[in-house]
T-cell receptor, first 118, second 112 residues
């Protein structure tokens, strides 16, 4: 079973508008972390934002915020005021702290390609 | 400069050859990882190491080998047993099993 599901293969957004990228996850581990990474066409993976399973508030980092709905097991990334440089692949990932099989390894979704239109 | 260095950036391999991808870090992180990325896909874990002289297989370890003789270095060898090695390879490190991982620039391997 997929642990991280990103249902949007591609998204378009107008420059300066906000966009939400969806991510749902599956785990029985009570302690886990959720991450979003950006991958531009050059290939490097850039860490954007982190949400811990016990965090009471949604994480925010500049124009990025994470809409964490624990009961629904969703961790959507919201990008406000989109810029042309935001065009890239975006990956949602999870780490389970106590699950022995995964031992804290990052598990990735298949990604969403975001295109920002001028 | 603190960071993760992968080399080479591009690598071409003839069928039947072994090749080694380099990953060096000066972040003083204990954990190191190798991921493979195919076009339009997410990252899949090949091998990981939580400590020097110890490493574990990931989800797709067949046809690959690693070593971890120094904290700073975690080279990946793609052997001739790997049937479809053409892919983008990413090395990552993290301080522990909880916080974020940091990635190198990647190596694009092509079999010719």
């Amino acid at each position: 079973a997929q642990k991280i599901t990103q249902t949007q293969p591609g998204m378009f957004v107008q420059e300066k508008e906000a966009v939400t990228l969806d991510c749902t996850y599956d785990t029985s581990d009570p302690s886990y972390g959720l991450f979003w990474y950006k991958q531009p066409s050059s290939g490097e993976m850039i860490f954007l934002i982190y949400q811990g399973s016990y965090d009471q508030q949604n994480a925010t980092e500049g124009r990025y915020s994470l809409n964490f709905q624990k009961a629904r097991k969703s961790a959507n990334l919201v990008i406000s005021a989109s810029q042309l440089g935001d065009s890239a692949m975006y990956f949602c990932a999870m780490r389970e702290s106590r699950e022995r099989r995964s031992q804290g390894n990052l598990i990735f979704g298949k990604g969403t390609k975001l295109s920002v239109k001028p | 400069d603190g960071g993760i260095t992968q080399s080479p950036k591009y690598l071409f391999r003839k069928e039947g050859q072994n090749v080694t991808l380099s990953c060096e870090q000066n972040l003083n992180h204990d954990a190191m990882y190798w991921y493979r990325q195919d076009p339009g896909q997410g990252l899949r874990l090949i091998y990981y190491s939580q400590i020097v002289n110890d490493f574990q297989k990931g989800d797709i370890a067949e046809g690959y080998s690693v070593s971890r003789e120094k904290k700073e270095s975690f080279p990946l060898t793609v052997t001739s047993a790997q049937k479809n090695p053409t892919a983008f390879y990413l090395c990552a490190t993290s301080r522990d099993r909880v916080t974020e991982a940091f990635f190198g620039q990647g190596t694009r391997l092509t079999v010719v």
